[in-house]
């Protein structure tokens, strides 16, 4: 499984973004894409995960009714809708594949070389 994420961007705080992660195959020997950001001198944290066949989603308590995990069939892509961003949301943000929707870097196989997101007070 290849990851290809994109739509980072400077942003000022309150606006919106959206990233996109796509697959390289339709068929996913993975069931879970997912989010992660590490910010300068920070651990990587998770931002939100869903299971590719049942649509369960997990967010990060930080970004819990701000951001949005959705995926598209079609595209074979997960998107991160992510909105009323906080300077505290800058990072780079990288797409995760894995078997289970869980917390934790170590559980992802798979990787994207991740995007950055930069958000202005």
């Known amino acids: 499984v290849q990851l290809q994420a994109s739509g980072g961007g400077l942003v000022q705080a309150g606006d919106s973004l959206r990233l996109s992660c796509i697959a390289s195959?339709?068929?996913?020997?993975?069931?879970?894409l997912g989010w992660f950001r590490q910010a300068p001198g920070k651990e990587r944290e998770f931002v939100a995960a869903?299971?590719?066949?049942?649509?369960?989603?997990d967010y990060g308590d930080s970004v819990k009714d701000r951001f949005t995990i959705s995926r598209d069939r079609a595209k074979n892509a997960v998107h991160l809708q992510m909105k009323r961003l906080k300077p505290e949301d800058t990072a780079v943000y990288y797409c995760?594949?894995?078997?289970?929707?869980?917390?934790?870097?170590?559980?992802?196989?798979?990787w994207g070389r991740g995007t950055q997101v930069t958000v202005s007070s």
């Open positions: 195959h339709g068929d996913f020997m993975v069931d879970v």
């Open positions: 869903i299971s590719w066949s049942g649509g369960a989603k």
């Open positions: 995760a594949a894995g078997d289970y929707l869980r917390l934790q870097p170590s559980d992802y196989d798979y």
